[in-house]
């Protein structure tokens, strides 16, 4: 009778590994939007093209990611925008309150639409840049990013800009030019 006890409690940590589900955390550390007409996938975008640097932490299992959405809902506007993933290996961008322009090349291989899985109880910097509709520029109150797997569950991660404590938004060098 010992002996089964101790046996079915073998199992104990598996079952709960297979019953307990991923949690997804994520930290905004750099960000840059901007708007204007952007070529995307062979076409002519006009909108805002935002830029975030994120920590993403998966906790308590993989996450298979089969796709990807985003929302942004902006500053005295009611409705949701969807954000379009973009990635350009290298883009220019007019930086804000001057003239300057600077390039941003960002290594596929660091940017969250090219990502597969989320790896259990690792954090991975990723880079994220989307094109929403919005014609003029605004800033953001809640970006939305829902991350869906292969049996239709999801996950999500919300950045709502005034929980972000603008002190603690990097300025990152190595990937502008």
Known sequence: MILA???????????IDKLTPSKIYGNLLSQL??????NANGEKKIGILHFFKISITCVNKNFNIKS????????????WYHG?????RTSTWAMPGNAEKKSLTI???????????LEKD?????YLTFITNKKELAEYEIVKITFTD????RREINFISEEIDSNKILWEDEIWK
């Not at 006890?5 to 079952?15: F, K, Q, S, V, Y």
């Not at 939007?33 to 952007?38: I, P, Q, V, W």
């Not at 290594?107 to 899985?117: A, D, K, M, Q, S």
């Open 68 to 79: 990807i959405l985003i929302d942004v809902k902006y500053k005295e506007d009611n409705n």
């Open 122 to 126: 690792k954090s991975k910097f990723y």
């Open 5 to 15: 006890i101790i046996g079915a409690l073998a199992w104990l940590p598996w079952a």
């Open 33 to 38: 939007l901007n708007s204007g007409e952007f």
């Open 84 to 88: 379009e993933i973009y990635w350009a």
């Open 107 to 117: 290594p596929h291989t660091e940017f969250l639409g090219f990502t597969n899985v």
């Open 150 to 153: 292969f049996k239709e569950n």
